[in-house]
């Protein structure tokens, strides 16, 4: 599987932006899709995830309540609504697929990572 993640720029605090990640391959809809982040001089950090129909969404406490994650299975893609921006948002998001997600926060359980797109929040 390879991804593409796209959507990424600058805001000011309080906008929303929404993000893309494209998937290439015949298999896209048996893959869980996460999101993930990293700011600057930070760990890469769990964002959210999506069972493969859609019907399981997991987020970290920090975006729950602002953040939708979402996939469109016949257009291979999943995306991330994010709402109510805050300057603590800003990172490298990336979006990544797991072929055995049991539901942790960990990078590890996602097998294929696109290449992160960037979102600047201003305050």
């Known amino acids: 599987v390879q991804l593409q993640a796209f959507g990424g720029g600058l805001v000011q605090a309080g906008e929303s932006l929404r993000l893309s990640c494209a998937a290439s391959?015949?298999?896209?809809?048996?893959?869980?899709m996460g999101w993930f982040r990293q700011a600057p001089g930070k760990e890469r950090e769990f964002v959210a995830a999506i069972s493969w129909n859609g019907g399981t969404t997991y987020y970290a406490s920090s975006v729950k309540g602002r953040f939708t994650i979402s996939r469109d299975n016949a257009k291979n893609t999943v995306y991330l609504q994010m709402n109510s921006l805050k300057p603590e948002d800003t990172a490298v998001y990336y979006c990544?697929?797991?072929?055995?997600?049991?539901?942790?926060?960990?990078?590890?359980?996602?097998?294929?990572w696109g290449q992160g797109t960037l979102v600047t929040v201003s305050s």
């Open positions: 391959g015949r298999t896209f809809s048996s893959y869980t």
């Open positions: 990544a697929a797991s072929r055995y997600y049991s539901g942790t926060y960990s990078g590890r359980e996602f097998d294929y």
